[in-house]
């Protein structure tokens, strides 16, 4: 199984990125899967997370209204749109399945998450 991350880069505040996350080697819609992000010198957290199915979504207070999550089974790919980026943005975002649980909790636990990518870098600044 695999996960890979891809679609960060440099953004002025206010911009818009869309990561993906395209998976192998496993059948999607039968997991949740999250992103995460991690800043430097900070604990890696829970950011968006898409239920088994497609049937629930959730977000951290920090982007509701600003990021949306999605994902087509078909293509085996979740992304995240994020529009108004902030700095307080910046950090490596991770995306991972959770091999515990279908649907997402309101805040996703990471040690039930688990075949994490190598995340992608976002950066905003002016």
């Known amino acids: 199984v695999q996960f890979v991350e891809s679609g960060g880069g440099l953004v002025q505040p206010g911009g818009s990125l869309r990561l993906s996350c395209v998976a192998s080697?496993?059948?999607?819609?039968?997991?949740?899967v999250a992103w995460f992000r991690q800043a430097p010198g900070k604990e890696r957290e829970a950011v968006s997370c898409?239920?088994?199915?497609?049937?629930?979504?959730v977000y951290s207070d920090s982007v509701k209204g600003r990021f949306t999550i999605s994902r087509d089974n078909a293509e085996s790919t979740v992304y995240l749109r994020m529009n108004s980026l902030k700095p307080e943005d910046t950090a490596v975002y991770y995306c991972?399945?959770?091999?515990?649980?279908?649907?997402?909790?309101?805040?996703?636990?990471?040690?039930?998450?688990?075949?994490w990518g190598q995340g992608t870098q976002v950066t905003v600044s002016s």
């Open positions: 991972a399945a959770n091999l515990m649980r279908r649907r997402c909790v309101e805040t996703p636990r990471k040690y039930e998450y688990d075949y």
């Open positions: 080697g496993l059948t999607l819609r039968d997991y949740a």
């Open positions: 898409s239920s088994a199915s497609d049937t629930s979504t």
